[in-house]
Structure formats: C-alpha cells, structure tokens
C-alpha cells in the first residue's frame, strides 16, 4: 500500500490567494482527518469524514476554510483566501473504524503564505 | 479542544543514554498509542496499548498503560541518532471517537 498521499508536499503563495491542499487515503479505511501543525500550537485537528461525510469541522479557524470529500479516495482543504497566519504543515491522516488502531499520516504539505 | 500533556517538552540527551517520556490526562482513555514525527514527515505509529497496566515493546522501545487508564509512559533504551524526532501519545475512549493527541516530546541528542 502506498500510504496516505498528500499533494503537493509544498506550496508557496502570496497572501489572497486560493491554496487547494490534496488527500488520497489508504483504501478502505473511512475516515479521514485533516491537521495544521505549527509549532506554536502543535497538532491541531481541523476536520474529519466518516464514508465522505463531514462530522466534525469545529476546528476549521475560519470561513476562508474548507474542505470536502467527494468519494472515498480523495479529499481537498481549501483555503480562500489565504494569510501568512496560514502557514503551517497540514496533515491528511486516515483510519478504518475510528482511532483505535491508530490513524496513518501523510507526508503533509509545508504551506508558506508570503 | 482538549490535549494530552506530555512532558518533557523536549530533551538533550547524549547518544546511548536511555529516555523516558510521559503522556497524562484528566480523563480516562481506553486505548494509548504513541506516535514517533521524524523532521518533515508525518507521525509514525510506534506503539499501541489496550489493556490497563499494559507493557509492550517494540525494539529499544518500551511503553505502558498506565493503571489508573489516565496515563501512559514511553521509555527508549541506548538512544541512537535516528531517535532524533517528536514523540506524541494519543488517547482514544472507546468505539469510534476520534483520537485526542498529546502535546509532543521534542527529543534532540547531542554529539
């Protein structure tokens, strides 16, 4: 199994503009969560889908956020528009069956809004 | 929303020297894992625990579950230079619900 792939593994933009973040989980599990990383603030979780659908986007910081998740092998976090206070690396994570065995990262994106 | 405390928050060892680490709540979790970030990638699942007073290991690594179910604990034996990284728990209640991660343990080893 390839592991979870994010796309791309770095992006740089300038401040408003839209940045399109992308996931392909493992197949079959079915979840899928998306976290920011910064050292300030360590690992945060955004959002996460249960069979593609959103259950819990309390942790999006703001409009200019959002995701979704049309089939089971793909999702997007898109941010429009974008801050240098977006800056992180944003992590694409997926499981079968919730937590309990762990979920599985992808690489992430480092994300540098200039 | 609601994190683990792990502590220390980071850790200068000398290589061969052994580490311990510890992740503790407020609340009980069911499930403990632990988590290993090496820089620039994502975090690797090192270690699972299910089961109260649970001892596992995994190489030079060794975790427990702690036995009031709201701790748990990470020790690594003779560090080499590739335990260099960000060592995270995480919690679980049960069921379905999403994990709870811990704050990381930053582990730096000094030549």
């Known amino acids: 199994d390839a592991g979870v792939i994010q796309s791309p593994r770095h992006e740089v933009t300038e401040m408003g503009q839209e940045v399109t973040l992308r996931c392909k989980p493992i197949s079959g599990h079915d979840y899928l969560f998306w976290y920011r990383q910064t050292m300030m603030r360590g690992l945060e979780l955004l959002i996460y889908?249960?069979?593609?659908?959103?259950?819990?986007d309390s942790g999006m910081p703001e409009d200019r956020f959002s995701a979704k998740m049309p089939n089971a092998s793909f999702s997007t976090l898109k941010i429009q528009p974008s801050e240098p206070r977006d800056s992180a690396v944003y992590f694409c994570?997926?499981?079968?069956?919730?937590?309990?065995?762990?979920?599985?990262f992808g690489s992430g994106t480092r994300l540098t809004v200039v | 929303g609601q994190q683990l405390n792990q502590s220390p928050q980071s850790m200068f060892i000398q290589e061969g020297e052994d580490v311990s680490m510890n992740c503790t709540s407020s609340?009980?979790?069911?499930?403990w894992l632990w988590y290993k970030q090496d820089p620039g990638e994502g975090p690797v699942l090192l270690i699972a625990?299910?089961?109260?007073?649970e001892l596992t290991s995994n190489g030079r690594l060794t975790a427990q579950f702690g036995i009031t179910r709201k701790d748990s604990f990470l020790n690594i034996s003779a560090s080499i230079p590739s335990d260099v990284g960000i060592y995270f728990c995480a919690g679980q209640r049960g069921g379905n619900e999403k994990l709870t991660f811990g704050t990381g343990t930053r582990l730096t080893i000094i030549p």
């Open positions: 625990l299910y089961k109260a007073g």
């Open positions: 889908f249960n069979n593609n659908v959103p259950i819990d």
């Open positions: 994570a997926s499981s079968y069956r919730g937590g309990g065995a762990g979920y599985t």
């Open positions: 609340s009980i979790f069911n499930t």
